[in-house]
């Protein structure tokens, strides 16, 4: 009996268990588990709890998922999501775990347009441009759960801004308390939020639909279906008008459906519709408002370019009629891509939009998809049918925690914080 004991008691002293390892021992093997492991193993004891509620072990987690991070050119509301949090999101993007509502609903058939800052959801409506305030989508842990508040929109009527007078909104940029929008009678409409004083729309005006617009600090960009191009200055008076002055006014052959100022307002690029034989994607100067080169080459007739979404100062992607997303870096070559993905319906794409990291979400033509891609694989991540309507995604805002698609009959929204 003495041996047997003496026997037992030496086996438990060369077994050791896992909460008796060193902590960089613990991290390392922690770094080979999911987040349903992570989350079992943080219940076993209180030791391997604090251990795994650090951030350092979910960095490599984050490594490894498509995470959906904030838009980097998005004046984003609240503070940024832990590593942890952003860990359990992405299991329900990849998944595709959500619940759907529709927080706008349009009379009439439209073509909206969105954009997502600062917890407002700005968006068209005819000659419109509304204002809707979103509730705050942070989860709270309360006892071990988490808890949400509730996902319903209010609109702000002192944020509501009627641009045009004749014609619909086609296309805005919201930035610095600045609203500049193109309508459908060929105008460029500006709005200050704080002054709510306006520019004349006599002054910027194009003879057809105005596709696309951006602005930096003060200089104006359009693009219209008169395949112009026109930049313009806003200048503000003393006795605080806002007054514009033309620039320069380019000819491109082609109806222009995107333009796109870089970060760094640098240079702005155009998106045509190639129906001649030249290339959609120019690359301008935007102080000498001089040509410097031209993306890609030997593209299909009529391979129009959509949408164009700037990553950093010198990279971009593009979407458009012939389901290609494009991935272009301009320190590298204008000749060639960097990186392409096809879209599996043979579907038109009409909007991408990027986090600025590894994740972007384009908008299809038809059934109202949208597929989040991940720039590290070849194969989309995951797909999303926003609605039971076989309708265009005209345009898409989207945070950590929520995805707004801009449909012909209303704006929907995916919440992913369950």
């Known amino acids: 009996m003495r041996r047997r004991k003496i026997s037992v008691e ?5 077994t050791r268990k896992l909460v008796d390892l060193p902590d960089d021992v613990i991290y390392t093997l922690l770094k080979f588990c999911n987040v349903r492991t992570l989350g079992r193993l943080a219940q076993v004891c209180r030791r391997l709890s604090v251990l795994i509620s650090r951030d350092c072990v979910w960095l490599f987690l984050r490594c490894r998922l498509t995470c ?14 832990p ?12 998944r595709g775990c ?18 997502l800052n600062d917890g407002r959801l700005w968006s068209t409506n005819e ?19 988490y808890r949400a508040t509730s996902h319903r929109i209010h609109r702000d009527g002192r944020k509501t801004v009627i641009l045009a007078r004749v014609g619909d909104v086609c296309h805005f940029v919201y930035r610095n308390n600045m609203i500049v929008a193109g309508t459908s009678q060929g105008c460029v409409c500006a709005f200050s939020t704080d002054t709510g004083v306006s520019v004349p729309r006599y002054l910027l005006c194009h003879t057809s639909v105005v596709h696309s617009v951006d602005f930096t600090c003060d200089v104006i960009v359009s693009g219209s279906r008169d395949a112009t191009v026109k930049v313009s200055r806003l200048q503000l008076d003393d006795d605080s008008d806002i007054t514009s002055q033309v620039l320069g006014s380019m000819s491109l052959a082609d109806r222009v459906w995107s333009v796109a100022i870089s970060p760094d307002n640098s240079y702005f690029v155009c998106g045509t519709a190639a129906v001649h034989q030249r290339s959609p994607l120019s690359v301008w ?7 410097i080169g031209c993306l ?7 391979a129009g370019v959509l949408d164009i979404e700037f990553d950093s100062a010198s990279m971009l992607l593009t979407c458009g009629y012939d389901t290609i997303i494009r991935l272009w870096d301009l320190r590298a070559s204008f000749s060639q891509c960097v990186s392409a993905w096809e879209e599996p319906f ?31 694989h070849r194969r989309p991540v995951q797909m999303y049918y926003t609605a039971r309507a076989n309708s265009p995604v005209y345009s898409l805002a989207f945070d950590s925690q929520q995805l707004f698609c801009a449909l012909d009959t209303g704006v929907h929204c995916l919440n992913f914080s369950l």
């Open 10 to 14: 030496h086996e438990n002293k060369m």
């Open 68 to 81: 959906v991070h904030e838009p980097s050119s998005a004046e984003c509301y609240g503070n940024q999501l």
């Open 83 to 94: 590593v942890r949090e952003l860990c359990r999101l992405a299991q329900n993007w990849n």
């Open 98 to 115: 959500f619940k759907k509502s529709c927080v706008i609903c349009h009379r009439v058939k439209q073509m909206p347009w969105l954009q």
């Open 127 to 145: 000659n419109v441009v509304e204002c809707f305030l979103l509730p705050s989508q942070r989860l709270y842990c309360y006892e071990g759960k």
């Open 285 to 291: 100067q935007l102080d000498r408002i001089q040509q």
């Open 296 to 302: 890609g080459h030997d593209y299909r007739h009529g």
């Open 346 to 376: 043979d579907s038109a794409l009409y909007c991408v939009r990027s986090d600025g990291c590894h994740a972007f979400l384009v908008g299809t033509s038809r059934h109202s998809l949208v597929r989040l891609w991940d720039k590290r």
